[in-house]
Nanobody, 124 residues
Framework: QVQLVESGGGLVQAGASLRLSCAASQDTHCIYLMGWYRQAPGKERGLVAAITTGGATNYADSLKGRFTISRDNAKNMLYLQMNSLEPEDTAVYYC??????????????????WGRGTLVTVSS
């Protein structure tokens, strides 16, 4: 099973930038889609951005223009560049990976892995 480890969170002031990283290991050949989700206190976890192996991206509408997702397939790394951070961006940010294989019988299609999260706190 794929293991995901996030890093890069911390405490910053409003207007600052942060870059989150997610390192994937074990069975990484199964990974097709990777993404960042976040969960603020008292709220449900929601999508921040996602990216396929081929580089196609999808963003939460409210975050377009401030956040940029990228991926280094050779290094099994996922990144999230966050600019102009706002107090409302305070949350635990989670890395997620989904499998995808053209063979419907491939066990890779069962992949659905989460990291433990990294806390981002933005002070006003």
């Amino acid at each position: 099973q794929v293991q995901l480890v996030e890093s890069g969170g911390g405490l910053v002031q409003a207007g600052a930038s942060l870059r989150l990283s997610c390192a994937a290991s074990q069975d990484t050949h199964c990974i097709y889609l990777m993404g960042w989700y976040r969960q603020a206190p008292g709220k449900e976890r929601g999508l921040v951005a996602a990216i396929t192996t081929g580089g196609a991206t999808n963003y939460a509408d409210s975050l377009k223009g401030r956040f940029t997702i990228s991926r280094d397939n050779a290094k099994n790394m996922l990144y999230l560049q966050m600019n102009s951070l706002e107090p409302e961006d305070t949350a635990v940010y989670y890395c997620h990976a989904e499998g995808g294989d053209s063979d419907p019988g491939s066990p890779c299609n069962d992949l659905d892995a989460w990291g433990r999260g990294t806390l981002v706190t933005v002070s006003s």
